[in-house]
């Protein structure tokens, strides 16, 4: 089984993104993951929201017609500031309407549950879900910044559920 699989973790200010290429044999039952891509989409502050809102549309849609994932992995929306709960809804909400464009299936993790699946602990640091995600994937240091290393732990939780159904 093959999968390409893109992370999500939703912001305004920064919106991280991962791409990952796994696999497993089915013989063996070894997998394998290659990352392809992972970042962020960055907008100004001082710019206009609706402004804001069209660069992560475009940027998004670069990446989707790039690397044409078969699946989207994306953060849920929690609530812990409700200013801050807005801006990110409104950008995840341009997730949604360009996954939905290009026809991609999602799914979604509260972080509780990537904590779990990468660590076997849902209360785990951030640091130790990082450590995890180098080690998964076998890359020499930990991913930069957060929120890309955020959005590779999305898409390996992602492939990691799914193999384990």
Known sequence: ????????????????????????????????????????????????????????????????????????????????????????AQARGVLLLVLAQHQIPMVEYTPAQVKQTLTGYGRADKEDVQESVMLELALEEVPKPDDAADALAIALTAWLTINNE
Do not use: H
């Open 1 to 88: 089984m093959q999968k390409r699989i893109l992370g999500l973790d939703p912001g305004l200010a920064r919106l991280g993104f991962g791409i990952l290429d796994c696999e497993q044999w089915e013989d063996t039952q070894e997998e394998r993951f290659k990352p392809l891509d992972f970042g962020v989409i960055t907008t100004p502050s001082g710019q206009a929201v609706g402004d804001r809102l069209c660069t992560l549309y475009d940027d998004l849609q670069a990446i989707v017609t790039q690397w044409k994932p078969d699946l989207a992995a994306i953060e849920k929306l929690f609530f812990y500031r409700m200013g801050n709960t807005i801006l990110v």
